[in-house]
């Protein structure tokens, strides 16, 4: 991976969750992978105040602020990391192009279709470069499978099935939030879950044309958090689609953000007419092959451990099997975008690959309402 | 188990895959429960006659015969085996009701739905007790799978999954055969898989109320065995459907018989609001359960391996994870068969109760051609 | 598989846990394999004698007794089994061979290894067929690893690594019983667990030239059954050795009854220079394959599916990954005697074949006993 | 978590494998925990001067040397890390401690046990504290089953079971190297990879007493790498031990560098007399663990993910399942040794603790020279 050599300066909005991922990645990756720029962690935007100072110490950040517009406004400022609710993902990201800055958003997009559109469509004509945050695409045992399958390891591609369920809205008891509304948080499992299996799906296989698809919200209400009545939900919990791909083959996509036992289960198999690939998210240091190669009486499906000579594993341990973690496939992501920023390509998703994703998604949810086969791109 | 003590005697039409699982089931029975009648293994048929005689002499059967209607009118039997390919079984089915025998017949009942009603209401208006080939049903950890549902143990069911695969039309090379024509095979993989995996959405959950599907034929045509030309091939290789049940929640169906190194993948899982189940047929003495009990950093998917606690496997073995295998299960349904002719209950299942699994393969099949919801039973 | 065609009758002692394995080995073995002679199930003995009625009823056979010595000495009698708590098995093989009888009888042989050794001599110098319980030998894919080895997959052999565990000792508050003591039950985990992986050691490695052991009683007492006080417990429960083979490999050997949670693992694992074999019986019906081959890139372990390209699976089920249970690896063990008996091959393992397993749960106690390297035949 | 608010300035000797673990380490502790110092990446040192610049550079350090003994001897250094070939460990410690550095050195402590006992003896007279990379200790999931154990989940512990394998040296044509010397390399796999096992036995069962060995090389040769003729390999491919625990319970120990397929397979179960734990680092995200709780039929081994209520996992993500990597255990050991620097407890494990587990591997090499049962400390 070669990646450029001029110094860029970083804001990040948000210290959360992914917040926290970026900024690792943000520290670590010259130190991973040697042949980049160096970084310098320039602003950090969190509310309130005192908060925001407090973690620009400990994610090392020069500045800190309290108004993401001085942020994206900066002139110091070149790349715009944005972790926030996803609410206001567009806003940030259109100002941040605006002021031209590259911008690496975590998923999705928007809460809608069109508001994704209408990022995408602004960052099509500036000239900055976008990444969306699909960090489970940067794993080097991911790109082994694409590797495979482009190589013919599986022959033609026949069929895909593909899972991705957590238990955070498992329990009946938990209280209602605003996740539970479409205003602030747009579409249930699919928003926050299904369009990364989705992007597995493109990644690997390829566009979706088309799908029929029927999902379901299993918890209608919540108790409300101050104990008075209860509150609705207004998205999916559950979410089922059958996929036809541009590539003429079928597939299946499922959802559940109520599963309980499943932590991180994005799992999936793409059947061939030379084998067969699986995988599963949990355990995303292995990739399952089978191929009906060599006598019957000695095939099997072979667990192949991720080690260096899948690129880029390489360049975080030299030993096969010792394992990646999560936040190390950011770093990866990071990479990238640098790498991207430095060339001509775009990176890998830009706001356009990802809108692709993006469309599924509200196409399964329209399906599901209105009963009918919906085409992703008319 | 309870079963009768009369003594029976036996015909069995089909000495292949199923023919010998029933032989064997026959031989067996008595010496695992005890508590059954003694069975006279009286007849055998086969093509052709010295084929017949043959079996008859490995099996252990009194007499042989060639022609099918002199055994299912033979005075001397009490239950005849169907184990012939599936176009036959309507004729020999509804022949050997008339003539008064308890008629034990594989899976599925017929090609076409209307034969299987045929078939269905024969029985019901006849004397005699059926019982369809569902033997998975049978298997002491399912049927623990259905009592931990059924006292609570993963709560509210919310949520189900299934797909059943195997590899036995993986291969493109494979030449054409009858199994490729709708008038000697009837459906593909919905027909010898799909049933299976229906059965158990059925026992474990309840009757399918509608659903929408997508099937797709991928070797459209196969090489012919002489090597002039190509095959067509008129059924489907994969089926994919949305299900809602009757109870409310919905659920998922998937099967392929072109999964290379799939070769008994029936898997499912339910999704309940106090924990999870799911189980893989390929690993058939094996439960994992999930619960949301006690403190999160201890919770996880505990396996759960078949023993002498889960009846009737301390029928055949009184020590935990020594396994049965696939022949046992059809002795625990013919066990089941036997106190069904003992008493007032129905054979579980029964034609009756096959037809409603029949009728939701049926169903996937019209709604993947119409594009529409298809009611199981409008 | 070619068995003989002349008819043997059968009689059976014993009708426990291998009782009833054995009665449903007889039972199947023609109706499995086919060219095997007709078996007469000629005589049961059991204790009292309305049990004896009851499980000969049950098991099919014609006559029964409670005079364990009538049984041997009947002159219709042409094969013995032999499935008696241990302590019983010398006095009964010694009369069965005077009587002429081939004799198969379940593992260990004796309680200890000068009895064991008699038994040897005796069934040497007699002309009749001998054939112990080692039922994990016959497994088809024990044989696949077998062949497997031979063939080079791994290379040259490097190491052993084996485990033997269950839990039926686990519990504490268990009761005292007989099986506690030398004088009944002679070795503890050994003879009931260890020589079973001893077994397998030699099948797959070869002979064992000497070790060192250390074992332990983690129970030293039980609560006696009447709630008065407790019992001492004589034999070891834990029982570990560092084995060299005498072809030169080293290896580990490891066995516990009170080890929780663990219901049939005999886990063995053996390294090559080229690959390595790994299996457990808790999922008997699969392989584990290592094979330097081709790149790192696409090197992992390959789970195989026992089917019917691995003899003679084929034999129960023409289907792969349907799975084999218990039981039926005593129907192929049967089978492969009845071959001893109408050829001149011995069975394998016979009783001097067997003998050397014992030879080593014995040297393991000694070694464990003394501190000293213990050679197997000095 | 707490650890010291005093900025420290660290030294680095060392930048391939652990090296660049170091680095990451200390790159990312204070944004992974927050409550630490900052820290001064100070100087770095590598040979030649070229390829520490370039180091420098990518790592992140002020300064960069080829000279180790200007690094220790540098008065603005507070902390050394070595991550040096094992032989280099002695003398970099030894003049790091005696210029008052607190040092973490990377395991084993030295090629000799003689060295390892003056290396601790040194450090225990010095006021400097230190630390030995056994980062295994770290991982989330140890440290849960340590507390698993402590409170009682498995009972009174009965036994102990630890493999640790790799393939680094299963080839028979790799060439030979200084890795095959007693003098440059020490022992075999009993240093490289033994000593990781041992830590984690003391870390959660305790103290070994004594123990019984045999170990073998089994490539006595290796081709020189300039193919003319082979060089002898003077240390062990494989090792094997029978351990007794000061606390009265025995114990089993395997390790080999020449285990095909095995990457990182660091496994172990410990026996109790409620239940058991289990382990296997290649899925060092997951423990499983069973408990004698309940009724029989619902009891099963339970796969406990990583989460965030296994601290300090929480700090890494706040998502259970997500899965931490192996240089992420590293930060986690950074901020403990931090920890210990700021307060008046030892690091775990300090050259002190270290050396009992380095004591063992040496005694493990003489046992099976001598044949003898060595005793740890006599």
Redesign the interface.
Known sequence: MTVPKTALKVGLIGTG?MG??H??AY??V???F?DVPDLGLEMLCELPLDKAA?FAD???FSRHTDDWKALVNDPAIDIVSITTPNKFHKEMALDAIKAGKHVWCEKPLALTLEDAIEMTETAEKSGVKTQVGYNYLKNPIIQ?AKR?IEEGA?GRL??F?G?VD?D?Q???NLPWTWRATKADAGLGTLGDLGCHLISVAYELVGPIESL?????T??PTRPMPDGNGVGNVENE??A???L?FENG??G?F?S?R????????LIWEI??????LSFTQ???NELK????EG???????????A?P??APYQN?????????????LKVIELAGFLQAIAGDEAAQPDFKAALEFEKVIHAIARASDN?N?EVINP
Chains 1, 2, 3, 4 share one sequence.
């Open positions: 969750y926290k991922c900024a690792l520290r670590n010259k130190a991973i040697g407090s400990q994610f090392g082994e495979l599986i026949l069929h099935r899972v957590e955070y498992a329990d009946p029929i698809a029927d999902m379901q299993v918890y919990d559950i089922s689609a059958l036809r083959i079928t299946t499922s559940s109520s599963a309980w036992g499943r932590k991180n289960h059947h061939g007419d030379k084998g067969m949990e355990r995303f092959l089978y191929q009906n006598p019957a009486c000695g095939q099997g499906f072979k667990t192949i451990l080690g000579t899948h975080f341990c030299p030993a096969a099997g010792h394992g990646l973690g999560f936040n190390e009963g086969r």
